[in-house]
């Protein structure tokens, strides 16, 4: 067995590369033969989520900006969580809204129903919940509060595909759910989102949109899946092991930006109040194919992260010096990573890197202290604190349970050595 296994691996292949292939050689990138694949994939998600509408879209943060164009009146407010990627926040200036931020709970990274109550007045136009790291939200306290407010939830559940609360899979517990297929993600298909709600009339105007849109571009579409491919290469055990660790841990004990800057995502953020033109595409048919076949295996990977999950929880609960997600069976809770807390985290990876161990920065920062975002600045102290002390702890599917019990055993003998 090669070790460590990488921080990150994508889902679905090489199955999806096998499918995108077919596609491109056949010539059937947009359309799929007789079968129209995304209407498909729009009535199987409706389905599985218990909603009656589906609606397929070319990334999950335009679908985000499309659900709050049909929702929200030019001028409004959307109170959201600062926690998040800062185009989300773009996308909520982009529908013509102004973000407003309500603080986050510490141990779910979640935004506080508390500070939605405190954040609603008579100029919200919704209410938009973020399930981070496949952690679900308090719905149950966030719908009452909303629901007594008569104020619009838009969940974002864009990294909790399959995750439930009673029983109800987040995205279509609120009016309208938005989830993501993007490479990162338990579901994908190198881009691509989709929208799921009961509400007819929003459906209409949001198709309404995408009418007319091009498809996604099939050179774009074909570059991403080349990166992907690169990625799943790079991060291949045997590959992985002896080369690409070994890079990663150069740049982390060396602090060799242009190394580090390969994993950073969100280190150069842009404020944008119009949506580029490349975000203005529909879904191909190759893309929800691909997002089909992966249906089926959802709740199964559910499993085996969970279970990795109650590893971590088993092994770390009652150390000093670190914060834990809550641990959750009963589904709200799917794990996509496992986020914990430190004080220094980079003094923690680079003890992870020293002892043969790779993790992740969460390297979100918190949108109510960008720069960009000055103009609607709010005092968050949660969000700030987690954002300077989040790090990620490996849970895909594929990662081994070895390889959970080798992090724990690290991470231990960091926090009693300080």
Request: charged content about 25%; hydrophobic content about 40%; aromatic content about 8%.
């Amino acid at each position: 067995m090669f070790s460590p296994r990488p921080r990150y691996r994508f889902y679905g292949t090489p199955h999806n590369y096998v499918t995108a292939a077919r596609h491109f050689l056949a010539s059937r990138v947009s359309s799929g033969g007789d079968t129209d694949h995304v209407a498909m994939l729009e009535e199987r998600v409706a389905s599985m989520v218990g909603v009656g509408h589906g609606l397929c879209v070319p990334q999950a943060r335009f679908g985000i900006y499309l659900a709050l164009k049909s929702l929200v009146k030019p001028g409004q407010t959307v109170v959201m969580s600062p926690y998040t990627i800062y185009d989300v926040v773009n996308m909520v200036v982009a529908a013509g809204a102004i973000p407003v931020f309500a603080d986050i709970e510490r141990e779910t990274c979640n935004i506080d129903p508390s500070a939605i109550e405190r954040a609603i007045d008579e100029r919200t136009g919704a209410v938009m919940v973020t399930h981070l790291h496949g952690l679900a939200c308090d719905m149950d306290r966030i719908t009452a509060i909303c629901q007594r407010r008569g104020v619009p939830i838009l969940e974002d559940a864009a990294q909790a595909f399959g995750a439930r609360v009673g029983g109800r899979m987040v995205g279509g517990i609120g009016r309208i759910g938005v989830y993501s297929f993007g490479r990162a993600k338990n579901v994908n298909c190198f881009y691509g989102g989709m929208l799921v709600t009961d509400d007819g009339d929003l459906r209409a105007a949001i198709a309404g949109e995408l009418a007319d849109l091009p498809l996604e571009d099939g050179a774009r579409l074909a570059k991403r899946i080349a990166h992907c491919l690169v990625g799943d290469v790079m991060t291949f055990p045997a590959v992985f092991s002896p080369l690409t660790f070994r890079i990663f841990r150069l740049g982390a004990l060396n602090d060799v930006k242009s190394v580090n800057r390969i994993v950073q995502t969100e280190s150069e953020p842009v404020f944008r109040d119009t949506i580029p033109d490349h975000y203005r595409r529909r879904m191909t048919a190759l893309q929800a194919r691909v997002v089909y076949d992966q249906l089926f295996s959802v709740d199964q990977q559910t499993e085996i992260r969970v279970a990795y999950a109650r590893r971590y929880h088993e092994g770390l609960a009652g150390e000093r010096g670190i914060l834990l997600p809550p641990f959750r069976e009963d589904g709200s809770h799917i794990y996509l990573q496992y986020p914990v807390q430190v004080e220094d985290r980079w003094d923690f990876v680079r003890h992870m890197m020293r002892h043969g161990r790779d993790v992740a920065i969460q390297h979100m920062g918190s949108a109510a202290e960008l720069d960009i975002f000055a103009a609607y600045r709010s005092d968050c102290p949660a969000a700030r604190a987690t954002a300077d002390s989040c790090v990620l702890l490996p849970t895909y599917t594929r990662y081994g349970m070895a390889e959970v019990d080798a992090n724990v055993r690290v991470i231990r003998d960091y926090l009693r050595a300080r």
